[in-house]
């Protein structure tokens, strides 16, 4: 009994955090991808089931038309997993779209107006841009994409709660298995953020001595493809190449 307080204390004294980190580090992966795609597809799944109907929400999904592909992706993922025929998102886009109609109705006429007052194909021709922009203007996006939003305030705060813990004994054990790699983007994005020489060298050296096992990894799959050797192949370097993806994908 007395262990397990033990162990509650040291968690507290972690954060809250630290079990959301701890079994991010038990799948294979970068960390921060991991904790930032499972944040993203919560807040999903929350903006559907809770918030579709938002003021809030349905003006700042106005203003940015929308999300961007990547998380137009998982927002529709998201309500296949809530076992929707679609209505969450039809509501979400519902204004969106008679915004989109509006605009598009509005374009049409200015550009009657214009071609009303052009007499010349020569000056037809000169205010061909402007034509263009009479439609185009209206339809940029005046905010971002909510999930970007999420996305950018997520992985700020995980990449600071593994700097925060880079001294932990059981993070360092933790994090330098062989299963966990700080994917490029977020290496590069915690060693910005670092406040401390220490932690820039405790990960510089962690994710030194990961890519040269992978560069190690990587060259033997490719050697033991040759006939004689391909039955020496191990699994990590069989999935050496997807690694390699993940690392700078």
């Known amino acids: 009994?007395?262990?397990?307080?033990?162990?509650?204390?040291?968690?507290?004294?972690?954060?809250?955090?630290?079990?959301?980190?701890?079994?991010?580090?038990?799948?294979?992966?970068?960390?921060?991808?991991?904790?930032?795609?499972?944040?993203?597809?919560?807040?999903?799944?929350?903006?559907?089931?809770?918030?579709?109907?938002?003021?809030?929400?349905?003006?700042?999904?106005?203003?940015?038309?929308?999300?961007?592909?990547?998380?137009?992706?998982?927002?529709?993922?998201?309500?296949?997993?809530?076992?929707?025929?679609?209505?969450?998102?039809?509501?979400?886009?519902?204004?969106?779209?008679?915004?989109?109609?509006?605009?598009?109705k509005q374009a049409e006429n200015k550009i009657k107006e214009t071609n009303a007052k052009l007499y010349s194909i020569v000056k037809k021709k000169a205010d061909l841009s402007n034509y263009k922009k009479v439609i185009t203007s209206e339809m940029q996006s005046k905010a971002g994409c909510l999930g970007c939003l999420n996305q950018k305030e997520n992985e700020s705060f995980y990449t600071h709660e593994i700097i925060r813990l880079y001294a932990d004994q059981e993070f360092r054990e933790r994090f330098e298995k062989y299963n966990v790699m700080l994917c490029r983007r977020h290496f590069i994005f915690l060693v910005n953020e670092s406040e401390s020489k220490e932690a820039i060298e405790y990960f510089l050296k962690v994710q030194q001595q990961k890519i040269s096992e992978l560069y190690t990894q990587l060259t033997d799959f490719i050697e033991k493809h040759d006939h004689r050797l391909k039955s020496q192949m191990t699994d990590v370097e069989r999935r050496s190449w997807e690694r390699v993806l993940e690392y700078f994908g």
Not at 20 to 40: A, D, F, R, W, Y
Not at 42 to 53: H, N, P, Q, R
Request: with cysteine.
């Open 1 to 104: 009994m007395s262990g397990i307080k033990i162990e509650e204390i040291e968690n507290i004294k972690r954060g809250v955090s630290w079990s959301e980190i701890k079994n991010s580090m038990k799948q294979q992966g970068c960390p921060i991808c991991i904790l930032i795609s499972q944040s993203v597809e919560k807040y999903f799944k929350f903006l559907l089931y809770e918030y579709a109907l938002d003021a809030t929400v349905q003006k700042k999904i106005q203003m940015s038309f929308g999300l961007c592909s990547i998380h137009t992706r998982i927002l529709k993922d998201s309500e296949i997993k809530l076992k929707s025929d679609g209505l969450n998102i039809s509501v979400l886009y519902e204004n969106v779209l008679k915004k989109e109609l509006k605009i598009l």
